[in-house]
Protein backbone atom coordinates (compact mmCIF):
# COMPACT_ATOMS: atom_id res chain seq x y z
CA UNK A 1 0.00 0.00 0.00
CA UNK A 2 1.45 3.49 -0.77
CA UNK A 3 1.57 5.87 1.61
CA UNK A 4 -0.46 9.21 0.90
CA UNK A 5 1.93 12.91 1.59
CA UNK A 6 0.08 15.35 3.18
CA UNK A 7 1.01 18.83 1.67
CA UNK A 8 2.60 21.42 3.12
CA UNK A 9 0.38 23.69 3.50
CA UNK A 10 -2.03 21.04 5.62
CA UNK A 11 0.67 20.23 7.60
CA UNK A 12 0.95 23.56 8.32
CA UNK A 13 -2.69 24.01 8.56
CA UNK A 14 -2.94 21.60 11.15
CA UNK A 15 0.13 22.11 12.57
CA UNK A 16 -0.92 25.71 13.36
CA UNK A 17 -3.54 25.85 16.64
CA UNK A 18 -0.91 23.02 18.34
CA UNK A 19 1.52 25.84 17.84
CA UNK A 20 -0.42 28.11 19.64
CA UNK A 21 -1.48 25.93 22.24
CA UNK A 22 2.27 25.15 23.16
CA UNK A 23 2.25 28.49 25.28
CA UNK A 24 2.98 29.40 28.01
CA UNK A 25 6.11 26.31 28.16
CA UNK A 26 6.97 27.26 31.58
CA UNK A 27 6.60 29.44 34.89
CA UNK A 28 5.93 33.17 33.76
CA UNK A 29 7.13 35.73 35.65
CA UNK A 30 5.10 39.70 36.06
CA UNK A 31 7.00 42.51 37.06
CA UNK A 32 5.41 45.49 38.93
CA UNK A 33 6.72 48.62 38.93
CA UNK A 34 5.99 49.76 42.59
CA UNK A 35 6.81 48.11 45.50
CA UNK A 36 5.83 45.03 47.44
CA UNK A 37 2.63 46.35 49.60
CA UNK A 38 1.27 49.05 47.03
CA UNK A 39 -1.77 49.14 45.33
CA UNK A 40 -0.32 48.25 42.49
CA UNK A 41 1.25 45.67 43.69
CA UNK A 42 -1.47 43.34 45.23
CA UNK A 43 -3.87 44.49 42.14
CA UNK A 44 -0.82 42.66 40.11
CA UNK A 45 -0.99 39.60 42.48
CA UNK A 46 -4.89 39.13 42.51
CA UNK A 47 -4.94 39.21 38.38
CA UNK A 48 -1.50 36.89 38.17
CA UNK A 49 -3.69 34.40 40.29
CA UNK A 50 -6.66 34.66 38.41
CA UNK A 51 -4.96 34.16 35.24
CA UNK A 52 -2.84 31.12 36.20
CA UNK A 53 -6.02 29.57 36.53
CA UNK A 54 -6.36 30.61 32.87
CA UNK A 55 -2.79 29.45 32.04
CA UNK A 56 -2.11 26.30 33.66
CA UNK A 57 1.34 27.91 34.89
CA UNK A 58 2.59 29.33 37.66
CA UNK A 59 3.52 33.82 37.58
CA UNK A 60 5.99 34.93 39.72
CA UNK A 61 5.73 38.75 40.66
CA UNK A 62 8.91 40.46 41.00
CA UNK A 63 9.12 43.96 42.25
CA UNK A 64 11.43 46.55 40.03
CA UNK A 65 10.32 49.87 42.16
CA UNK A 66 11.50 53.27 41.14
CA UNK A 67 11.42 56.52 39.54
CA UNK A 68 7.66 56.91 39.55
CA UNK A 69 7.03 53.84 38.31
CA UNK A 70 8.88 53.80 35.19
CA UNK A 71 12.11 51.86 36.30
CA UNK A 72 10.46 48.37 35.55
CA UNK A 73 8.76 50.05 32.50
CA UNK A 74 12.01 51.30 30.66
CA UNK A 75 13.62 47.87 32.55
CA UNK A 76 11.40 45.68 30.70
CA UNK A 77 11.67 47.61 27.12
CA UNK A 78 14.88 46.17 27.05
CA UNK A 79 14.36 42.99 27.26
CA UNK A 80 14.24 40.32 24.89
CA UNK A 81 10.67 39.56 23.24
CA UNK A 82 9.70 36.94 25.10
CA UNK A 83 5.39 36.25 26.36
CA UNK A 84 6.84 34.85 29.33
CA UNK A 85 8.16 37.75 31.22
CA UNK A 86 4.92 40.17 31.20
CA UNK A 87 5.00 43.68 32.66
CA UNK A 88 2.47 45.86 34.42
CA UNK A 89 2.30 48.69 32.86
CA UNK A 90 -0.11 51.55 34.21
CA UNK A 91 -1.15 54.98 32.53
CA UNK A 92 1.02 56.82 34.39
CA UNK A 93 3.78 55.40 33.04
CA UNK A 94 2.33 55.81 29.61
CA UNK A 95 0.29 59.06 29.63
CA UNK A 96 1.94 60.89 32.26
CA UNK A 97 5.44 60.66 33.32
CA UNK A 98 6.77 60.69 29.66
CA UNK A 99 5.76 64.58 29.44
CA UNK A 100 7.43 65.14 32.90
CA UNK A 101 10.50 63.41 32.76
CA UNK A 102 13.32 61.31 30.62
CA UNK A 103 11.59 57.95 30.39
CA UNK A 104 13.70 55.10 28.68
CA UNK A 105 11.00 53.91 26.73
CA UNK A 106 7.91 54.45 24.01
CA UNK A 107 4.48 52.94 23.69
CA UNK A 108 5.26 51.55 20.66
CA UNK A 109 8.20 49.19 22.60
CA UNK A 110 5.79 46.78 23.63
CA UNK A 111 2.25 44.83 22.44
CA UNK A 112 -0.50 45.37 25.06
CA UNK A 113 -2.21 42.46 26.36
CA UNK A 114 -5.02 43.77 28.52
CA UNK A 115 -6.47 46.70 30.60
CA UNK A 116 -7.91 44.76 33.75
CA UNK A 117 -8.70 47.69 36.28
CA UNK A 118 -9.14 51.89 36.84
CA UNK A 119 -7.42 53.25 40.10
CA UNK A 120 -9.35 55.56 42.21
CA UNK A 121 -7.62 58.55 44.25
CA UNK A 122 -8.24 60.55 47.11
CA UNK A 123 -6.60 63.17 49.51
CA UNK A 124 -6.34 61.73 52.77
CA UNK A 125 -4.10 63.38 56.32
CA UNK A 126 -4.06 61.62 59.67
CA UNK A 127 -6.42 61.95 62.09
CA UNK A 128 -5.10 64.66 64.29
CA UNK A 129 -4.28 66.64 61.58
CA UNK A 130 -5.64 70.47 62.11
CA UNK A 131 -7.25 70.05 58.75
CA UNK A 132 -10.67 68.78 58.74
CA UNK A 133 -11.77 69.67 54.87
CA UNK A 134 -10.35 70.17 51.51
CA UNK A 135 -10.38 73.99 52.06
CA UNK A 136 -8.56 74.11 55.14
CA UNK A 137 -5.73 71.72 53.92
CA UNK A 138 -5.52 74.54 51.17
CA UNK A 139 -5.44 77.11 53.14
CA UNK A 140 -2.81 75.93 55.36
CA UNK A 141 -0.63 75.47 51.78
CA UNK A 142 -1.40 78.62 51.40
CA UNK A 143 0.74 79.95 54.09
CA UNK A 144 4.78 80.43 53.59
CA UNK A 145 5.85 77.00 54.03
CA UNK A 146 3.50 75.16 52.56
CA UNK A 147 1.91 71.82 53.03
CA UNK A 148 3.99 68.87 52.36
CA UNK A 149 2.47 65.43 50.44
CA UNK A 150 3.47 62.34 49.44
CA UNK A 151 2.94 60.49 46.36
CA UNK A 152 4.44 57.47 44.40
CA UNK A 153 3.30 57.94 40.64
CA UNK A 154 2.64 60.76 38.69
CA UNK A 155 -0.98 60.96 39.34
CA UNK A 156 -0.78 61.88 42.65
CA UNK A 157 1.96 64.41 41.82
CA UNK A 158 -0.68 66.14 39.08
CA UNK A 159 -3.83 66.05 41.59
CA UNK A 160 -2.05 68.71 44.24
CA UNK A 161 0.07 70.74 42.07
CA UNK A 162 -2.86 71.70 39.83
CA UNK A 163 -4.74 72.03 43.12
CA UNK A 164 -2.18 74.28 44.01
CA UNK A 165 -1.71 76.09 40.54
CA UNK A 166 -5.56 76.81 40.81
CA UNK A 167 -5.61 78.17 43.74
CA UNK A 168 -1.97 79.54 44.77
CA UNK A 169 -1.59 77.41 47.56
CA UNK A 170 1.72 75.40 47.80
CA UNK A 171 1.85 71.54 48.02
CA UNK A 172 5.51 70.11 48.38
CA UNK A 173 5.96 66.41 46.85
CA UNK A 174 7.80 64.32 49.04
CA UNK A 175 8.39 61.47 46.34
CA UNK A 176 8.52 57.66 48.16
CA UNK A 177 8.43 54.17 46.00
CA UNK A 178 4.88 52.92 46.93
CA UNK A 179 1.82 53.56 48.17
CA UNK A 180 2.88 51.41 51.21
CA UNK A 181 5.84 53.69 51.38
CA UNK A 182 3.81 57.26 51.14
CA UNK A 183 1.07 55.36 53.90
CA UNK A 184 3.72 54.65 56.14
CA UNK A 185 5.38 58.14 56.17
CA UNK A 186 1.93 59.97 56.87
CA UNK A 187 1.25 57.59 59.84
CA UNK A 188 4.68 58.44 61.19
CA UNK A 189 4.45 62.25 61.14
CA UNK A 190 6.79 62.83 58.10
CA UNK A 191 4.44 63.93 55.86
CA UNK A 192 1.18 66.06 56.11
CA UNK A 193 -0.96 64.57 53.34
CA UNK A 194 -1.16 62.14 50.69
CA UNK A 195 -3.42 61.36 47.79
CA UNK A 196 -3.56 57.95 47.68
CA UNK A 197 -5.82 54.77 46.83
CA UNK A 198 -8.70 53.55 48.50
CA UNK A 199 -6.26 50.37 50.11
CA UNK A 200 -4.12 53.07 51.48
CA UNK A 201 -6.71 55.44 52.88
CA UNK A 202 -9.93 54.07 53.71
CA UNK A 203 -8.48 51.05 56.36
CA UNK A 204 -7.05 53.60 58.07
CA UNK A 205 -10.01 55.74 58.15
CA UNK A 206 -12.23 52.58 59.74
CA UNK A 207 -9.23 52.16 62.28
CA UNK A 208 -9.38 56.30 63.30
CA UNK A 209 -5.92 56.89 62.05
CA UNK A 210 -6.55 59.01 58.98
CA UNK A 211 -9.04 61.70 57.60
CA UNK A 212 -10.45 61.27 54.01
CA UNK A 213 -10.78 65.00 52.46
CA UNK A 214 -11.78 64.33 48.76
CA UNK A 215 -11.33 62.17 46.27
CA UNK A 216 -9.39 63.17 43.33
CA UNK A 217 -11.07 61.16 41.08
CA UNK A 218 -13.58 61.93 38.48
CA UNK A 219 -16.16 60.42 40.58
CA UNK A 220 -17.05 59.69 44.34
CA UNK A 221 -15.53 56.71 45.77
CA UNK A 222 -18.88 54.33 45.90
CA UNK A 223 -16.81 52.58 49.08
CA UNK A 224 -17.34 56.74 50.68
CA UNK A 225 -20.29 58.25 48.81
CA UNK A 226 -20.08 61.04 51.59
CA UNK A 227 -16.81 62.39 50.87
CA UNK A 228 -16.97 65.40 48.24
CA UNK A 229 -14.74 65.26 44.31
CA UNK A 230 -12.77 67.64 44.30
CA UNK A 231 -14.68 69.36 41.64
CA UNK A 232 -17.92 69.55 44.46
CA UNK A 233 -15.60 71.15 46.36
CA UNK A 234 -15.37 73.74 43.62
CA UNK A 235 -12.05 72.68 42.24
CA UNK A 236 -11.92 71.74 38.80
CA UNK A 237 -9.10 68.81 39.11
CA UNK A 238 -9.43 65.66 38.72
CA UNK A 239 -7.02 62.32 37.86
CA UNK A 240 -7.73 59.35 36.18
CA UNK A 241 -5.58 56.26 35.96
CA UNK A 242 -5.79 52.80 34.92
CA UNK A 243 -3.81 48.84 35.41
CA UNK A 244 -2.84 46.91 32.54
CA UNK A 245 -0.32 44.53 31.42
CA UNK A 246 2.38 44.53 28.40
CA UNK A 247 5.07 42.26 26.76
CA UNK A 248 8.15 43.51 24.79
CA UNK A 249 7.17 44.04 21.33
CA UNK A 250 7.81 41.16 19.03
CA UNK A 251 6.47 38.63 20.75
CA UNK A 252 4.47 36.28 19.22
CA UNK A 253 1.38 37.44 18.29
CA UNK A 254 -0.84 33.86 19.42
CA UNK A 255 1.27 34.01 22.78
CA UNK A 256 0.26 37.25 23.47
CA UNK A 257 -4.03 36.31 22.47
CA UNK A 258 -3.69 33.34 25.02
CA UNK A 259 -2.51 36.04 27.51
CA UNK A 260 -5.15 38.46 26.44
CA UNK A 261 -7.42 35.45 26.83
CA UNK A 262 -6.49 34.48 30.25
CA UNK A 263 -6.82 38.23 31.65
CA UNK A 264 -10.17 39.24 30.28
CA UNK A 265 -11.29 35.75 31.59
CA UNK A 266 -9.65 36.02 34.99
CA UNK A 267 -10.94 39.45 35.43
CA UNK A 268 -14.55 37.68 35.16
CA UNK A 269 -13.32 35.43 38.05
CA UNK A 270 -16.04 36.55 41.10
CA UNK A 271 -12.71 36.37 43.46
CA UNK A 272 -10.74 38.76 41.33
CA UNK A 273 -13.50 41.12 41.04
CA UNK A 274 -14.69 40.63 44.27
CA UNK A 275 -10.71 41.69 45.56
CA UNK A 276 -9.95 44.34 43.34
CA UNK A 277 -13.36 46.16 44.34
CA UNK A 278 -12.03 45.75 48.07
CA UNK A 279 -8.85 47.41 47.34
CA UNK A 280 -10.75 49.98 45.69
CA UNK A 281 -9.74 49.21 41.78
CA UNK A 282 -12.78 49.26 39.80
CA UNK A 283 -12.36 45.99 37.51
CA UNK A 284 -12.44 46.32 33.79
CA UNK A 285 -11.96 43.75 31.00
CA UNK A 286 -9.88 46.20 28.37
CA UNK A 287 -8.55 44.04 25.24
CA UNK A 288 -4.94 45.06 24.20
CA UNK A 289 -5.87 47.15 21.35
CA UNK A 290 -8.45 48.77 23.72
CA UNK A 291 -5.73 49.42 26.48
CA UNK A 292 -3.62 50.38 24.10
CA UNK A 293 -6.25 53.11 22.30
CA UNK A 294 -6.57 54.45 25.67
CA UNK A 295 -3.07 55.10 26.66
CA UNK A 296 -2.72 56.93 23.91
CA UNK A 297 -5.56 59.12 24.16
CA UNK A 298 -4.47 59.74 27.65
CA UNK A 299 -0.81 60.56 26.19
CA UNK A 300 -2.56 63.42 24.58
CA UNK A 301 -5.35 64.50 26.94
CA UNK A 302 -2.82 64.23 29.93
CA UNK A 303 0.25 66.41 27.64
CA UNK A 304 -2.31 68.87 27.16
CA UNK A 305 -3.45 69.42 30.52
CA UNK A 306 0.39 69.58 31.78
CA UNK A 307 1.14 72.25 29.05
CA UNK A 308 -2.03 74.23 30.33
CA UNK A 309 -0.87 73.97 33.80
CA UNK A 310 2.61 74.60 33.33
CA UNK A 311 3.92 72.13 35.64
CA UNK A 312 7.86 71.51 35.43
CA UNK A 313 9.40 68.39 34.27
CA UNK A 314 11.08 66.08 36.92
CA UNK A 315 15.01 66.07 37.00
CA UNK A 316 16.05 62.51 36.87
Known sequence: MKSKLLPLSLIALFAGPAMASDFPKKELTM?????????TDVASRII?????????????????AGALGTMAVSWLAKQAPDPHRVGVVTYATQAISPHLMKVGYTMDDFQWVCGFGRYLYGVAVRSDSPHKTINDLIAAAKKDKGVSFGGASTPNLIALLELGRITGAKFVQIPYNSGADVR?????????????NPGDILPHVATGEMRMLASASPIRWPMAPDVPTLKDA????????WIGLGVRAGAPADAVKRLEDACLKGIKHPDAAEKLTNIGIVPVGLTGE?????????????????????IPRISN
Open 48 to 64: ASAMEKELGKSIVVENR
Open 31 to 39: TVNYGAGSN
Open 290 to 310: QYRDALKSGYQKMGAAIKAAN
Open 184 to 196: AALLGGHIESMVQ
Open 234 to 241: GYPVEVDS
